[in-house]
């Protein structure tokens, strides 16, 4: 890495100033050929501002963007894409109503390239004349990716790529990324997941508040550096904390039991119970049958054999609503399906309260203000942009959805995947959340697709694998390595807790 | 509605609609393109008294819709695959239709246009003299105002050949008396609504006017006046049952009505029948002349008096029938139930 | 199988249409050859309408000024033909397809420039259209040259086909596949049809992969007007005039894009359902006009069977989606 080499992509001194909020004040990059750098930063810090600089769908107040040393003023997407730039956003890029054939047409992408790279990902068999709104989700990122190498670009830049994608495929992803190092492709690499960027990196940008603050090499031992520089040093330290041992969990009937659940061809004949005052961990790769579980358990879907008990009570939900009046509160992976995008925060954090209220009566304003604001500290939620919850960065959203229930005093909250996409300091704040919430004699049913964090809040964990439960863990005795060979169905039965 | 019913149940039982029926009981189509107004709907009743009354027809089948010449000429074509033997059309437009009304012709389908003439040769055209109604009202007002004033003109809708045939008689009228001031002119699209805001919106400027000519949306511009405390000026309206109460009523309304009967579409059915029994007139136009009812002299008001009748929707016009072409009574129109029903 | 599920919703509508032609026949059993040719002739205004508001949906918009876009182009043709040559009529037509693709045009920059919402920039297009239409011809007037006036009439004679069999193929219907094929297959195949399915279907997505979003947009509001223009130019075909109150056009556009099973929103369906659908729709007031159904009752029959089509249709889609799912 010398320094009179010319590098492939140079962002130098880039602003961007959104009315009052400066997004980004003095952002810098540096891509040479054939290296992968991480570009790292907490939410909020400009990290897709500066993505969006990048890729052409901004303009910068000021600085620079060069590409081979050439200026590179960026008017559009397909500017950039001219450019040899080619991104692989957050979400997929693929055109719903259109086949995969036609998606492809729509950016002159040569087939043949682009079924090679499927094969290399793993689903070389799937039909280009496949709707791509009927892909599941991860096939869609791998479509994404496959489509963006096709295209042999010079500086490939992966938002989030992997955040959707089941373990095993990611490992296919960081295999094909590795490769294209040989190719003297450059590659920005975004993900919040560190054992992904030590795997695969070169070196890590970090970003806070708007600018580069640190560029590191990756070497061992670098997270923690790293996390230091993303939080600025005011992390707490104790919230890695080690689970509570299952023995001193609260007596009585347990909150929630399901009995035999069966719903569909993917789930099959599961139960468990979740206690007062626990939060008990769900893992599972990708479809495994834990989406039909919530589904079922939030009243989202009716089971097809089986039920549920509350409190020791039989219940049977028509109705999500049912669900809520039951004290069972859903919260979705999927942001967007929760919240009120263009309302106030206010307004979605009260939405649960609403639905209490007779069709007709009057919202009780005072109290749901005092509930309102209380959450908004208990949680803290940033306030900056009072305005629209579209407006909050991804963690600060997650936050709103958590904070409506637990301002609404539900007992028991459902949470699926609550940590996808969100940064590590908002990450390391719904941990304790959980455990003080669970503290406080609430339970919590907690799905995360990212193993490290069960130990960090879960009590005990179970492990389901094609629709069945085939492993329950103290958490406190599951490491991650543990928890994913029982993922995969490895190590069936191991000691068996309760 | 029983007549639907009754053809459903023949389907059902998959005979079809007998044919081959009496000489007599005549089938008549009918045409008409503007929904939801007093007038129209009169004509409507009319035809179906007259159907009625004449003991000649056995059924009638109304297309009756909000629609364009187009929408005409699709309704005309379905009623000659219907196979009627006449069609009565109040036509959208008088060059529009040539294609469709030919093509009924060819069929050997009498086609009478009522209301508004056709330029179609083959049709038979009967309808109220509207340059006439125009001129007969405004020539009134113009004279009651002692040939000079400033008069507010009430126009129909754009674009309508009777609207334009009006404006011809209207300017016919006050070529003859030049001292008269048109001060303001608008078009009331013969909305009920429209036309009594236009009025209200023109006495809120509070420029004086001498009188007001409407185009049959009269009894509105009377309330306007009175709603908003104006002095009433003389007003020119049509035979509408609501202004022609108001003429006798309103105190100091100084007005005129012009007939502009809806059962014009009776008159149709009847030269229809004429013509199919083998009497057609010796013109293929026929024009029903308007009389004007004015309420300041004796004798007018004794023929407004007469033709008061509470029964009548305050928007159907009060000339409920022709004399010389309709033949049913007050009741039948009224009923509004043609053969069948 | 892929076509039978990819076409279900047109096979559906053609089979809706078949079973409406034989209660046509029961109901009236000398309804024939001449009925088809008037049903083809009644439809052509609505097909072109329905035409120009289905590519629009699909792009992800609505145009509420196709009506009005077609009252100012008849008015033009009329204004402009009357007392023309029929030599001069022929450019005279062509003018007034590029005048339609103006104003289809700009409507799209207006939308894109203004980024105000499509609906109401095209209300607002909708007055101001219906004034000029006015300010061209204030009542009904002007003149069609014959051969014009000539093609939608009669039918097609077929060297070698009996008269009897080739009277059924109306010219009006002939006149329809002709405008719009010539425009809608090419468009179908090229890169900026694809980049409209894509628009409609996700624009975001579209903007990032680099689909020029604004042109693609103005593009197809343009071939709207285009369409509205064909439709314009019919509506003087058929009635010798030009009118400057626009008909029913623009509510039974949105009512044939509907029930022809292109989706409001966006990115999915094609011209063939809609006008089928606008067959379907001129064919049940036809057998409603057999009837002598009270006039009152046929709008509400009319709103039912669209109604109770898309309905039944979303219902079965639903079905075909969650079986292929299983």
């Given at each position: 890495?010398?320094?009179?080499r010319?590098?492939?992509?140079?962002?130098?001194?880039?602003?961007?100033?959104?009315?009052?909020?400066?997004?980004?004040?003095?952002?810098?990059?540096?891509?040479?050929?054939?290296?992968?750098?991480?570009?790292?930063?907490?939410?909020g810090?400009?990290?897709?501002?500066?993505?969006?600089?990048?890729?052409?769908?901004?303009?910068?107040?000021?600085?620079?963007?060069?590409?081979?040393?050439?200026?590179?003023?960026?008017?559009?997407?397909?500017?950039?894409?001219q450019?040899?730039?080619?991104?692989?956003?957050?979400?997929?890029?693929?055109?719903?109503?259109?086949?995969?054939?036609?998606?492809?047409?729509?950016?002159?992408?040569?087939?043949?390239p682009?079924?090679?790279?499927?094969?290399?990902?793993?689903?070389?068999?799937?039909?280009l004349?496949?709707?791509?709104?009927?892909?599941?989700?991860?096939?869609?990122?791998?479509?994404?990716?496959?489509?963006?190498?096709?295209?042999?670009?010079?500086?490939?830049?992966?938002?989030?790529?992997?955040?959707?994608?089941?373990?095993?495929?990611?490992?296919?992803v960081?295999?094909?990324?590795?490769?294209?190092?040989?190719?003297?492709?450059?590659?920005?690499?975004?993900?919040?997941?560190?054992?992904?960027?030590?795997?695969?990196?070169?070196?890590?940008?970090?970003?806070?508040?708007?600018?580069?603050?640190?560029?590191?090499?990756?070497?061992?031992?670098?997270?923690?550096?790293?996390?230091?520089?993303?939080?600025?040093?005011?992390?707490?330290?104790?919230?890695?904390?080690?689970?509570?041992s299952a023995?001193?969990?609260?007596?009585?009937?347990?909150?929630?039991?399901?009995?035999?659940?069966?719903?569909?061809?993917?789930?099959?004949?599961?139960?468990?119970?979740?206690?007062?005052?626990?939060?008990?961990?769900?893992?599972?790769?990708?479809?495994?049958?834990?989406?039909?579980?919530?589904?079922?358990?939030?009243?989202?879907?009716?089971?097809?054999g089986?039920?549920?008990?509350?409190?020791?009570?039989?219940?049977?939900?028509?109705?999500?609503?049912?669900?809520?009046?039951?004290?069972?509160?859903?919260?979705?992976?999927?942001?967007a399906?929760?919240?009120l995008?263009?309302?106030?925060?206010?307004?979605?954090?009260?939405?649960?309260?609403?639905?209490?209220?007779?069709?007709?009566?009057?919202?009780?304003?005072?109290?749901?203000?005092?509930?309102?604001?209380?959450?908004?500290?208990?949680?803290q939620?940033?306030?900056?942009?009072?305005?629209?919850?579209?407006?909050?960065?991804?963690?600060?959203?997650q936050?709103?959805?958590?904070?409506?229930?637990?301002?609404?005093?539900?007992?028991?909250?459902?949470l699926?995947?609550?940590?996808?996409?969100?940064?590590?300091?908002?990450?390391?704040?719904?941990?304790?959340?959980?455990?003080?919430?669970?503290?406080?004699?609430?339970?919590?049913?907690?799905?995360?697709?990212?193993?490290?964090?069960?130990?960090?809040?879960?009590?005990?964990?179970?492990?389901?694998?094609?629709?069945?439960?085939?492993?329950?863990?103290?958490?406190?005795?599951?490491?991650e390595?543990?928890?994913?060979?029982?993922?995969?169905?490895?190590?069936?039965?191991?000691?068996?807790?309760? | 509605?029983?007549?639907?019913l009754?053809?459903?149940?023949?389907?059902?039982?998959?005979i079809?609609?007998?044919?081959?029926?009496?000489?007599?009981?005549?089938?008549?189509?009918?045409?008409?393109?503007?929904?939801?107004?007093?007038?129209?709907?009169?004509?409507?009743?009319?035809?179906?008294?007259?159907?009625?009354?004449?003991?000649?027809?056995?059924?009638?089948?109304?297309?009756?819709?909000?629609t364009?010449?187009?929408?005409?000429?699709?309704?005309?074509?379905?009623?000659?695959?219907?196979g009627?033997?006449?069609?009565?059309?109040?036509?959208?437009?008088?060059?529009?239709?040539?294609?469709?009304?030919?093509?009924?012709?060819?069929?050997?389908?009498v086609?009478?246009?009522?209301d508004?003439?056709?330029?179609?040769?083959?049709?038979?055209?009967?309808?109220?003299?509207?340059?006439?109604?125009?001129?007969?009202?405004?020539?009134?007002?113009?004279?009651?105002?002692?040939?000079?004033?400033?008069?507010?003109?009430?126009?129909?809708?754009?674009?309508?050949?009777?609207?334009s045939?009006?404006?011809?008689?209207?300017?016919?009228?006050?070529?003859?008396?030049?001292?008269?001031?048109?001060?303001?002119?608008?078009?009331?699209?013969?909305?009920?609504?429209?036309?009594?805001q236009?009025?209200?919106?023109?006495?809120?400027?509070?420029?004086?006017?001498?009188?007001?000519?409407?185009?049959?949306?009269?009894?509105?511009?009377?309330?306007?006046?009175?709603?908003?405390?104006?002095?009433?000026?003389?007003?020119?309206?049509?035979?509408?049952?609501?202004?022609?109460?108001?003429?006798?009523?309103?105190?100091?309304l100084?007005?005129?009505?012009?007939?502009?009967?809806?059962?014009?579409?009776?008159?149709?059915?009847?030269?229809?029948?004429?013509?199919?029994?083998?009497?057609?007139?010796?013109?293929?136009t026929v024009?029903?002349?308007?009389?004007?009812?004015?309420?300041?002299?004796?004798?007018?008001?004794?023929?407004?008096?007469?033709?008061?009748?509470?029964?009548?929707?305050?928007?159907?016009?009060?000339?409920v029938?022709?004399?010389?072409?309709?033949?049913?009574?007050?009741?039948?129109?009224?009923?509004?139930?043609?053969?069948?029903? | 199988m892929?076509?039978?599920?990819?076409?279900?919703?047109?096979?559906?509508?053609?089979?809706?249409?078949?079973?409406?032609?034989?209660?046509t026949k029961?109901?009236?059993?000398?309804?024939?050859?001449?009925?088809?040719?008037?049903?083809?002739?009644?439809?052509?205004?609505?097909?072109?309408?329905?035409?120009?508001?289905?590519?629009?949906?699909?792009?992800?918009?609505?145009?509420?000024?196709?009506?009005?876009?077609?009252?100012?182009?008849?008015?033009?043709?009329?204004?402009?033909?009357?007392?023309?040559?029929?030599?001069?009529?022929?450019?005279?037509?062509?003018?007034?397809?590029?005048?339609?693709?103006?104003?289809?045009?700009?409507?799209?920059i207006?939308?894109?420039?203004?980024?105000?919402?499509?609906?109401?920039?095209?209300?607002?297009?909708?007055?101001?259209?219906?004034?000029?239409?006015?300010?061209?011809?204030?009542?009904?007037?002007?003149?069609?040259?014959?051969?014009?006036?000539?093609?939608?009439?009669?039918?097609?004679?077929?060297?070698?086909?009996?008269?009897?069999?080739?009277?059924?193929?109306?010219?009006?219907?002939?006149?329809?596949?002709?405008c719009?094929?010539?425009?809608?297959?090419?468009?179908?195949?090229?890169?900026?049809?694809?980049?409209?399915?894509?628009?409609?279907?996700?624009?975001?997505?579209?903007?990032?992969?680099?689909?020029?979003?604004?042109?693609?947009?103005?593009?197809?509001?343009?071939?709207?007007?285009?369409?509205?223009?064909?439709?314009?130019?019919?509506?003087?075909?058929s009635?010798?005039?030009?009118?400057?109150?626009?008909?029913?056009?623009?509510?039974?556009?949105?009512?044939?894009?509907?029930?022809?099973?292109?989706?409001?929103?966006?990115?999915?369906?094609?011209?063939?359902?809609?006008?089928?659908?606008?067959?379907?729709?001129?064919?049940?007031?036809?057998?409603?006009?057999?009837?002598?159904?009270?006039?009152?009752?046929?709008?509400?029959?009319?709103?039912?069977?669209?109604?109770?089509?898309?309905?039944?249709?979303?219902?079965?889609?639903?079905?075909?989606?969650?079986?292929?799912?299983?």
């Amino acid at each position: 890495m010398s320094d009179e080499r010319i590098p492939l992509l140079e962002a130098s001194n880039v602003t961007k100033i959104f009315g009052a909020v400066r997004a980004l004040t003095s952002a810098s990059l540096e891509l040479f050929s054939g290296e992968i750098v991480a570009l790292l930063g907490a939410n909020g810090a400009g990290k897709s501002t500066l993505v969006n600089v990048l890729t052409g769908a901004i303009r910068p107040d000021s600085g620079h963007v060069r590409i081979r040393g050439r200026e590179f003023k960026a008017a559009s997407p397909t500017d950039a894409r001219q450019s040899g730039l080619i991104p692989v956003y957050q979400e997929s890029s693929m055109i719903p109503d259109l086949s995969v054939a036609d998606n492809l047409r729509l950016t002159n992408t040569e087939p043949a390239p682009f079924r090679y790279w499927l094969g290399e990902l793993g689903i070389g068999q799937l039909g280009l004349d496949e709707e791509a709104g009927g892909l599941p989700l991860a096939t869609l990122r791998i479509l994404d990716l496959a489509r963006a190498l096709a295209s042999e670009p010079e500086v490939l830049l992966l938002d989030e790529m992997t955040a959707a994608l089941p373990t095993d495929l990611v490992r296919k992803v960081l295999d094909v990324i590795r490769s294209q190092k040989a190719r003297d492709c450059g590659i920005i690499f975004i993900s919040h997941r560190f054992v992904e960027v030590a795997a695969v990196c070169d070196r890590a940008s970090v970003l806070r508040d708007g600018r580069t603050v640190g560029n590191l090499a990756i070497e061992p031992g670098v997270e923690d550096r790293i996390v230091d520089m993303m939080l600025g040093g005011s992390i707490d330290a104790a919230a890695a904390r080690k689970a509570k041992s299952a023995d001193d969990r609260a007596p009585g009937l347990p909150r929630l039991s399901a009995k035999g659940l069966s719903a569909g061809t993917n789930l099959a004949d599961v139960s468990f119970e979740l206690h007062r005052g626990e939060v008990l961990g769900v893992v599972a790769l990708e479809g495994q049958g834990q989406d039909e579980l919530f589904e079922v358990l939030s009243g989202f879907e009716k089971p097809s054999g089986g039920f549920i008990e509350v409190e020791g009570n039989k219940v049977s939900f028509e109705h999500p609503a049912d669900a809520i009046e039951a004290g069972l509160a859903y919260v979705p992976g999927d942001r967007a399906a929760a919240l009120l995008m263009q309302r106030s925060v206010r307004e979605n954090i009260a939405l649960p309260f609403s639905a209490q209220v007779s069709a007709w009566g009057a919202i009780p304003v005072k109290r749901e203000g005092e509930r309102v604001a209380e959450a908004i500290e208990r949680l803290q939620i940033d306030t900056r942009a009072q305005g629209e919850v579209r407006r909050l960065s991804g963690g600060n959203q997650q936050k709103v959805t958590i904070g409506r229930w637990i301002a609404t005093g539900t007992k028991t909250l459902l949470l699926f995947d609550p940590t996808r996409g969100i940064d590590i300091r908002t990450k390391r704040q719904i941990y304790p959340l959980m455990r003080k919430f669970a503290k406080q004699g609430a339970s919590v049913l907690y799905y995360s697709s990212e193993l490290e964090e069960i130990p960090l809040v879960c009590d005990r964990v179970i492990v389901i694998f094609s629709g069945r439960i085939v492993d329950t863990f103290n958490a406190g005795d599951a490491d991650e390595s543990t928890l994913m060979r029982a993922a995969h169905g490895l190590a069936l039965s191991s000691a068996e807790a309760a | 509605m029983k007549k639907a019913l009754s053809v459903l149940a023949a389907v059902a039982i998959g005979i079809g609609l007998p044919s081959g029926v009496l000489a007599s009981d005549y089938s008549i189509g009918v045409s008409n393109t503007v929904q939801g107004n007093g007038w129209r709907e009169q004509m409507i009743c009319a035809i179906k008294a007259q159907a009625l009354s004449s003991g000649k027809v056995s059924d009638l089948n109304i297309a009756h819709r909000n629609t364009d010449a187009a929408g005409q000429l699709e309704d005309i074509r379905n009623l000659i695959q219907a196979g009627v033997d006449a069609i009565i059309i109040n036509p959208s437009n008088p060059d529009g239709l040539n294609a469709a009304i030919q093509e009924a012709t060819d069929a050997g389908i009498v086609v009478v246009a009522v209301d508004q003439a056709v330029s179609a040769p083959t049709a038979y055209v009967l309808s109220n003299n509207q340059e006439e109604y125009a001129y007969l009202g405004a020539k009134w007002l113009f004279e009651q105002l002692g040939g000079s004033g400033d008069v507010v003109y009430m126009r129909g809708a754009a674009g309508a050949s009777a609207d334009s045939d009006r404006d011809a008689g209207f300017h016919r009228a006050h070529d003859e008396h030049p001292d008269v001031n048109i001060i303001h002119e608008v078009f009331t699209g013969w909305q009920q609504d429209q036309g009594k805001q236009q009025m209200l919106d023109f006495l809120a400027t509070g420029i004086p006017l001498d009188g007001v000519w409407t185009s049959g949306i009269d009894n509105v511009i009377v309330d306007a006046f009175l709603e908003s405390d104006s002095p009433l000026v003389p007003i020119v309206g049509a035979d509408n049952a609501g202004f022609v109460g108001m003429l006798s009523s309103v105190d100091g309304l100084v007005g005129a009505a012009v007939t502009n009967p809806g059962s014009v579409g009776g008159a149709g059915i009847a030269l229809a029948l004429n013509i199919l029994g083998g009497d057609a007139p010796g013109d293929r136009t026929v024009l029903v002349d308007p009389a004007l009812w004015e309420n300041q002299t004796e004798e007018g008001k004794a023929t407004l008096a007469a033709a008061e009748n509470p029964n009548l929707d305050p928007e159907w016009p009060v000339s409920v029938s022709i004399p010389g072409w309709t033949d049913y009574s007050m009741e039948q129109i009224i009923a509004c139930k043609g053969p069948g029903e | 199988m892929g076509f039978f599920r990819r076409e279900s919703w047109n096979l559906g509508l053609v089979a809706i249409l078949a079973l409406l032609f034989v209660l046509t026949k029961v109901v009236q059993p000398n309804y024939g050859a001449s009925g088809i040719v008037g049903l083809a002739q009644a439809a052509l205004p609505f097909a072109f309408a329905a035409a120009a508001q289905a590519i629009v949906v699909i792009v992800g918009g609505i145009d509420l000024s196709i009506a009005s876009m077609m009252a100012v182009t008849s008015v033009a043709a009329a204004v402009m033909m009357e007392g023309a040559s029929e030599g001069q009529a022929f450019w005279i037509a062509l003018f007034i397809l590029a005048l339609g693709t103006a104003m289809g045009a700009l409507n799209g920059i207006l939308i894109v420039l203004t980024r105000v919402p499509d609906i109401v920039v095209t209300l607002a297009m909708l007055y101001v259209w219906e004034g000029v239409a006015l300010m061209i011809l204030k009542a009904p007037g002007g003149g069609a040259s014959d051969w014009l006036m000539g093609l939608p009439i009669g039918s097609i004679p077929l060297p070698g086909v009996p008269e009897s069999v080739s009277s059924f193929l109306p010219k009006a219907l002939l006149l329809l596949v002709v405008c719009i094929a010539v425009v809608w297959v090419p468009l179908k195949r090229s890169k900026l049809g694809l980049q409209i399915y894509a628009i409609g279907s996700s624009e975001q997505a579209a903007y990032r992969t680099g689909v020029p979003v604004k042109r693609s947009k103005v593009a197809a509001y343009a071939i709207a007007g285009l369409f509205a223009a064909m439709g314009g130019l019919v509506l003087t075909a058929s009635t010798g005039i030009g009118a400057p109150i626009p008909g029913p056009y623009l509510l039974a556009s949105v009512a044939a894009v509907v029930l022809g099973g292109v989706v409001l929103g966006g990115g999915r369906g094609g011209l063939l359902g809609p006008i089928i659908a606008v067959f379907i729709l001129r064919l049940v007031r036809t057998i409603l006009t057999f009837l002598a159904v009270d006039p009152n009752v046929t709008t509400i029959v009319e709103g039912t069977i669209m109604v109770a089509v898309v309905m039944v249709g979303g219902v079965l889609a639903l079905r075909g989606r969650r079986r292929s799912a299983a």
